[in-house]
């Protein structure tokens, strides 16, 4: 567990959660102001993709998580405030979605995350 800013963060659950697609406790992790950045190649850096709030970000993971796709989780950095690690995934036409994530943690949740993602064409 990630102890920080007051409460403790459960990697392993998060992990769990975010791997398994599991939406109720995947999107539990997110604070209620919690902000997620995303660049992509189609949301570059003077326009990155940005959700605001957890419904914003409970939107998108209902998508995530209905979606055929398998998602990997590698490579965590697990610190007080701030964790980061790596998402892969694996669509159903062989290619896949790389990314690199940092997220700051207060009182046991996520309050910003951002990705960076690179996609096969």
Known sequence: ???GWGSAFDFVAFKRAFERKDFEDWVSFYA???????????SPPRSP?????????????????????GITL??????TD???FSVDCALP?????????IAHIKDGQVVRQVDVEAWDQ
């Open 1 to 3: 567990m990630v102890t």
């Open 32 to 42: 209620d102001d919690a902000e997620w950045i995303e660049y992509r190649y189609t």
């Open 49 to 69: 993709n940005r959700m605001v709030g957890k419904r914003q970000i409970a939107v998108f993971l209902q998508e995530i998580c209905g979606a055929d796709l």
């Open 74 to 79: 590698a490579d965590e950095v697990i610190g």
């Open 82 to 84: 701030r964790i980061a």
């Open 93 to 101: 036409d062989g290619r896949h979605i790389f990314e690199h994530v």
